[in-house]
């Protein structure tokens, strides 16, 4: 079991950052990969980034590519999700997940641990 909360969401104006955040307190955290997603408003859920257990494999989709980062920090139980150059498309809430299997992860499949999620608005 794994009891992911994100934060860090909120508005901020077109070409503006935001950091969010993925944190757990189970002692297995480090062993999950951690994927951000996003739903927009009328829209699908959307897979964004990945990143391995370790951090030493990471993965993006097209949309968000060069624009996000994602981190994570296992020794405090949380993943990153720096987003810089912020697009009005970017409004959204943005989920973490967690699956032990990098495969789901870095493919956005169907992941075990959800988060419930932060809004982030891009808008002037």
């Known amino acids: 079991q794994l009891k992911l909360v994100e934060s860090g969401g909120g508005l901020v104006q077109p070409g503006g950052s935001l950091r969010l955040s993925c944190s757990a307190s189970e002692p297995t955290f480090d062993t999950y990969a951690i994927g951000w997603f996003r739903q927009a408003p009328g829209k699908e859920r959307e897979g964004i980034s990945c990143i391995s257990s370790g951090g030493y494999t990471i993965n993006y989709a097209d949309s968000v590519k060069g624009r996000f980062t994602i981190s994570r920090d296992n020794a405090k139980k949380t993943v990153y999700l720096q987003m810089d150059t912020l697009e009005p498309e970017d409004t959204a809430v943005y989920y973490c997940?967690?699956?032990?299997?990098?495969?789901?992860?870095?493919?956005?499949?169907?992941?075990?641990?959800w988060g419930e999620g932060t809004l982030v608005t891009v808008s002037s």
């Open positions: 997940a967690a699956d032990l299997h990098w495969h789901l992860c870095s493919g956005f499949g169907r992941m075990d641990y």
